[in-house]
């Protein structure tokens, strides 16, 4: 009879742990964030490029800019998020307002971000001159 109390207060100290540690959570994502890119002050269409290299649809809550010191930018595009983008399919969106400083695009992924692939592209529209990074 000692045993099962013993079990029983056991079982429930780890569901009240998993609870307290979140693991009970509905939102179970994952955040992907390209490196700091600087953007060519005005001269400079930055561009987030966000793919379902995967073969199941991939939801997505959000599609970010965000500066050195982590403050958000504005942004411009024609990806709705929340939403979900498809195997093969990608969706493009551009940085908002010239910054003149470096900046990252952040995906905030509505679960396993593997076969997501995110691109940060910065070109200088007089120059010609293209940067890129790739998030992981």
Do not use: H, W
């Amino acid at each position: 009879m000692r045993l099962v109390n013993r079990c029983s207060s056991f079982v429930g100290g780890i569901v009240a742990l998993m609870l307290v540690l979140g693991a009970g959570s509905a939102r179970a994502g994952q955040v992907i964030s390209t490196p700091l890119l600087e953007q060519q002050l005005v001269n400079s269409v930055v561009s987030c490029l966000v793919t379902d290299a995967g073969t199941k649809p991939l939801p997505i809550a959000a599609v970010k800019f965000l500066n050195e010191n982590g403050d958000l930018l504005g942004v411009l595009g024609t990806c709705t998020f929340p939403g979900t983008i498809f195997p093969g399919e990608s969706c493009v969106e551009r940085l908002g307002t010239a910054t003149g400083s470096y900046v990252r695009c952040e995906v905030d992924a509505l679960g396993s971000g593997k076969a997501l692939r995110v691109e940060m592209i910065s070109t200088n529209i007089f120059t010609g001159q293209t940067e890129f990074n790739e998030g992981r």
